[in-house]
């Protein structure tokens, strides 16, 4: 997939829409979408949703052909995509291949979830839907179980301490303080973090991205069609990868091997290095998860991300600034919505229009990660004027 | 998309699998497909899953990832792709996609559904989510009570008769006996179908497609790739649709643009004219539903397909051979198997293979419909040799 470009984003605030419906949520992210691209609407030949469960949540499928006709967009297909957690990243991906392939001139790629008017309970009876129900789902886990476990394999292996995954914490509460997307944003003092009440031990409430409503949207096109939109962002890869659905056993350090392969390829095909890039939006569902994660994506050396933290180099003016939109655990995370999410954050910032502006932002990476690394999107978009 | 094949198929038994999970299902039908096709497994490179409520009814979603790595297909791209009952021909559509863009060399397209575990009450419930909430849900709508008004509507246009649409019943359980995937075939009576309980007047039990499990799967790849292929089946065309989510307001006879608009072009795709078409596999959810989808697909003139189904016209034999499988109506609707389903059965015809075999079938028309109407699907294959 070569020579496509973002010219339109658009998002709600990710927080409580309790009075809103899931198609109204996603209507107005991609309203606002389409009104920033500037486009007869008419010249959308492809809708993608990315979504995980609405159906269980909202009593809410179809969401593809019930999108098109509230949004007026005609008889285009229109497809709900679903990897779990990674729903959005492969929204925008397949939103990419619908104009790579020639079928539509613009494509639009939705994602949206609606949680919070639902208890605890269904939320995550719902949420456990992404683990293998045969396996992981029958011996009882639960997200939080296993990311505490892998936080306990990274700390086993490279001594991973608490102070440097509250780093993770604080960083990205602090960012979600200026974004106005964000309502999770906080400061937080390593007191604060490590007297919140304990999910799964060794994490913490302020460890976890909290259950969230939300929706974003952003328009793909040519790199020709682009050459009449205000700002393009040009997309210079977007990979998809399958992993394990399992935690893997504990014979080795932790990581998820999707997030490995999608990396590699997309930064492959993408024709960088590492060095070029100027911003990292990453799948934070859980503190750890931002330190095994950019293990993972091959910019810090395995065992070396946790100490990166505590030393400020992902902060937004750091080496690497990492989810200056404050990630997951600051925005929330509504799961279908987040993969676009970190894609209309990219675009923000390769425009120069961010509120946790990175200086001299050219080069992006979105990495969106689902189950316990069962489907991963990393994609790449650059700013190729700037 | 262009110069595409199916090369392999594999399918379950389409009834009861009470003690078999939906992983085990899906990956039996897609084993079997790898197995027709012959091929090493190691050069698909991409896998779609057509699956409607996995989520409710199994607590399982991400099945395309789950399904990757219980067919130990590596790292590559796996989609569940949702569009209600039409999610199986979007997933054959999307693996289309892959291989026509260049991005695999063959893609596996699964469909599968598991129902019969769960209570009625839980089904409809789930089953309604293929309708719009914010508008047909609050209403309390379900599908037999809409499809039921669509009978009306087409009665009070036409004149359909209740022999008439019986007649679409006989013929598919009839069909159904002969088809050793489908578990409810039978020689029926018109007395059988009208001393039948109510369900929704005029719909009565054997107008309605049953709920149950199954999985299908076919493998697409290219024409020059297919050559070393026992029996190619070329895919002339594959075309995705959406359309009103809502019933049509009463104004005119009833009928679903989005099978309009997707059997035009999929015609046009295709470079052949209606004449041309052999046999027709339908989504016939409802007996109604065959015969508007029959005057929507432009085969039959509006308000003449109930007198075509009265004077045999549709039979195995006929005119226009008409869901020679048993449709869904015999062999059951496990929603999202049900259009990858139909493309196994249009390929036993195009290999001249099927215990229904409709003699001289050259190309098959396949019709899967989401909703009322929402999304829809309309794939032309071939078998270019015959």
């Not at 509460?173 to 974004?179: D, I, W």
């Amino acid at each position: 997939m070569k020579n496509l470009s973002v010219v339109g984003i658009g998002s709600t605030v990710f927080g409580q829409h309790k009075s809103t419906s899931i198609t109204e949520l996603a209507k107005k992210a991609a309203s606002d979408a389409i009104l920033d691209a500037g486009i007869d609407k008419g010249r959308i030949g492809a809708l993608y949703v990315g979504n995980f469960v609405s159906g269980p949540l909202s009593g809410q499928e179809v969401l593809g052909g019930i999108l098109t006709n509230a949004l007026g967009l005609g008889a285009i297909p229109a497809t709900k995509v679903e990897g779990a957690c990674a729903s959005g990243g492969i929204a925008f991906r397949h939103a990419c291949l619908s104009v790579a392939a020639g079928l539509s001139d613009y494509a639009i790629a939705i994602g949206v979830e609606k949680m919070t008017h639902q208890n605890t309970n269904v939320v995550t009876e719902a949420l456990n839907s992404a683990l293998d129900r045969d396996i992981d789902g029958e011996a009882g886990h639960t997200f939080p179980g296993l990311y505490g476990l892998a936080w306990r394999l990274h700390a086993k292996h490279y001594g991973t301490s608490r102070a440097q995954v509250s780093a993770v914490v604080r960083k990205n509460k602090r960012a979600g303080l200026k974004n106005p997307l964000a309502q999770m944003g906080k400061m937080l003092s390593e007191d604060d973090i490590i007297n919140s009440r304990v999910i799964s031990d060794p994490l913490r409430l302020y460890d976890c991205c909290p259950v969230t409503d939300g929706a974003s949207a952003v328009i793909v096109t040519t790199t020709e069609n682009a050459k009449y939109s205000k700002i393009p962002i040009s997309v210079l890869s977007t990979v998809q990868t399958s992993g394990n659905p399992h935690v893997p056993k504990c014979e080795g350090p932790m990581s998820f091997q999707a997030t490995q392969v999608a990396c590699n390829e997309a930064i492959q095909i993408a024709g960088i290095t590492r060095q070029d890039v100027s911003l990292i939006e990453l799948h934070d569902c859980f503190s750890i998860a931002e330190i095994i994660d950019l293990e993972d994506l091959g910019f810090i050396n395995p065992g070396h991300a946790a100490s990166w933290a505590e030393e400020g180099r992902t902060d937004i003016d750091g080496d690497l600034p990492t989810n200056p939109s404050g990630g997951l655990i600051s925005k929330g995370h509504p799961v279908g919505a987040t993969g676009v999410g970190q894609i209309f954050e990219l675009c923000k910032q390769l425009r120069g229009t961010h509120p946790n502006q990175v200086r001299g932002a050219k080069i992006g990476l979105a990495h969106n990660l689902g189950g316990c690394g069962v489907t991963c999107s990393v994609s790449i978009l650059a700013n190729l004027n700037a």
